[in-house]
């Protein structure tokens, strides 16, 4: 079974920053294209940062955040500086099989940007 188990939300201060894990069991991890969705209450989820032969970045956050990945620890991290309350939101790991193009999601983790 797929798990994907995302850690690191909380409540940051405007102007601060956060790191998000993601760590990924049941597939081998060189297999998934890997990515960070982002959600607040009535809205669609939307793409933050997607790796794959290279980093994309929404432009809310370019600049701002970077995606990276730990192929020996299946894990994907998202760098969060210069933090807004418009970051605010649940934030979703994704991973894509490269192969069968399924799609694996994380439980979500929040991040509140507040004084």
């Known amino acids: 079974q797929v798990q994907l188990v995302e850690s690191g939300g909380g409540l940051v201060q405007p102007g601060g920053s956060q790191t998000l894990s993601c760590t990924v069991t049941?597939?081998?991890?060189?297999?998934?294209?890997m990515a960070w969705y982002r959600q607040t209450p009535g809205n669609q989820r939307e793409l933050v940062a997607r790796i794959g032969v290279s980093p994309e970045y929404s432009d809310s956050v370019k600049g701002r955040f970077t995606i990276s990945r730990d192929n020996e620890k299946s894990t994907t991290f998202l760098q969060m500086r210069s933090l807004k309350a418009e970051d605010t939101a649940v934030y979703f790991c994704?991973?894509?099989?490269?192969?069968?193009?399924?799609?694996?999601w994380g439980q979500g983790t929040q991040v509140t940007v507040s004084a």
């Open positions: 994704n991973g894509v099989n490269k192969i069968t193009d399924r799609n694996y």
């Open positions: 049941g597939i081998t991890f060189k297999y998934l294209n």
